[in-house]
């Protein structure tokens, strides 16, 4: 072969090396999200015309655009006039109770802004290996387990039906071999239909569970429980005081305990809503029945939230950190339960980081709940900001789940 033909198949193999060999930023997997207002989650100001740089799972960079520095030949996606904050956190559900209607509740979260789910007390020990396993798509999973509570005939038998102190710490032992996230203590007689759980009770439940190194959450009604269960060491409320407004020495106890964390779980507000943001999520029959429920009710049936507004509003404002919680298998209520923790009189900024932030705060995952560089790369892409109508967290045009695009469960 002649030099002149060498140096040609040279240069042409030298070409289609370079044509094959991807860029820098595409070997890796990099995107970089540019333009948008990003809500970091962590209450601070949002960043205005900002990048988020992913890698696979993981956020890069977060910052304004002209501070961002993305690998050459990274994949590029417009996000002008988007507003991007994190993935919601749901502290308090019940989900389903066999591992294939689990996996499919998990699924369907992601699909409405929700990265991450913390199951109540009201689940078997069978499904708690579900914690464990990555499933794609799919939010995590968190659980306290067999909850704890007095007998209930004709309710739930899956939580330990306790009757002595020592009925009361078997159940947190055998909770604690399981490796549950947290310990859930139901207080409430159901409207005198059932024993309640007394102080000697509750406090043997606290005090074994913190020897295990547990929390312990409290399904609170009266306002002489809570203080009680306050009294006792407990670390959380998985609902707010429901029998009265909270009083000066209520609140005085709740700002001794800057540890505490409150999971308002609002009622119904009894008034009829808009439900036209669910179309498209969500069955034309399930929708219509929604519809028909859908009602203005008696200032009587308005009142609970009313007094449950009043005592989120004064306990927020004395310092206790609140979380999202929605007390169900909904998976699109955390939007409404937001909207209600506003209208409270929670900030709309608030109500974010606490449905965030704390979120994983209180799950103790350090990877979520803010969008800042080495963590998960969990976010809301939506078409209009929430910090000016908490209702567009529900305007989702794209949700992004360890940095796996999932289609939004409304999506126009």
Not at 51 to 66: D, F, H, N, T, Y
Not at 278 to 302: F, H, I, K, Y
């Amino acid at each position: 072969m002649g030099l002149r033909k060498s140096l040609v198949v040279v240069a042409a193999l030298a070409t289609a090396a370079l044509v094959q060999a991807p860029a820098q930023g595409q070997e890796r997997g990099v995107t970089v999200f540019h333009g948008a207002t990003v809500i970091v989650g962590d209450g601070r100001p949002p960043i205005e015309n900002a990048s988020l740089v992913v890698e696979g799972a993981r956020l890069l960079q977060v910052g304004p655009s002209a501070q961002v520095r993305a690998p050459v030949g990274a994949r590029r996606v417009d996000l002008a006039g988007k507003t991007v904050m994190p993935m919601l956190i749901d502290a308090h559900v019940h989900t389903s109770a066999t591992a294939e209607a689990l996996t499919e509740d998990l699924k369907r979260r992601p699909t409405w802004g929700v990265s991450t789910v913390m199951s109540m007390g009201t689940d078997p020990f069978t499904v708690l290996p579900m914690r464990a396993r990555a499933i794609p798509g799919a939010a995590r999973y968190f659980s306290a387990g067999r909850g704890i509570t007095r007998p209930e005939p004709g309710r739930t038998t899956v939580p330990f039906w306790i009757n002595t102190e020592a009925d009361a710490r078997a159940a947190v032992n055998e909770l604690a071999g399981q490796k549950v996230d947290l310990v859930k203590v139901w207080v409430d007689d159901r409207g005198g239909m059932f024993p309640k759980v007394t102080p000697p009770l509750y406090t043997a439940v606290i005090d074994e569970a913190h020897k295990h190194q547990l929390r312990v959450s409290a399904h609170i009604f009266t306002l002489e429980d809570g203080k009680g269960l306050l009294r006792a060491g407990l670390d959380a409320l998985a609902h707010g005081v429901r029998d009265r407004d909270v009083d000066d020495e209520f609140l005085a106890m709740v700002r001794a305990r800057p540890n505490l964390v409150l999971n308002p779980n609002l009622p119904a507000r009894g008034v009829r809503t808009d439900l036209s943001w669910l179309a498209g999520g969500l069955p034309a029959a399930e929708l219509q029945r929604l519809e028909a429920e859908n009602t203005d009710r008696p200032a009587a049936v308005q009142e609970p939230y009313l007094l449950q507004a009043r005592n989120l509003a004064k306990m927020s404002a004395a310092g206790v950190k609140v979380v999202l919680g929605t007390d169900g298998n909904t998976p699109w209520q955390a939007h409404v339960e937001m909207e209600d923790m506003v209208l409270a009189g929670m900030t709309p900024m608030q109500v974010i980081v606490a449905s965030t932030r704390n979120g994983a705060e209180f799950l103790r995952i350090a990877d979520a709940g803010t969008l800042e560089a080495g963590k998960s790369a969990d976010f809301i892409v939506l078409d209009a900001n929430p910090l000016a109508d908490i209702k567009n967290t529900r305007r989702m045009s794209a949700v992004y789940l360890r940095g796996e695009a999932i289609k939004p469960a409304n999506a126009r």
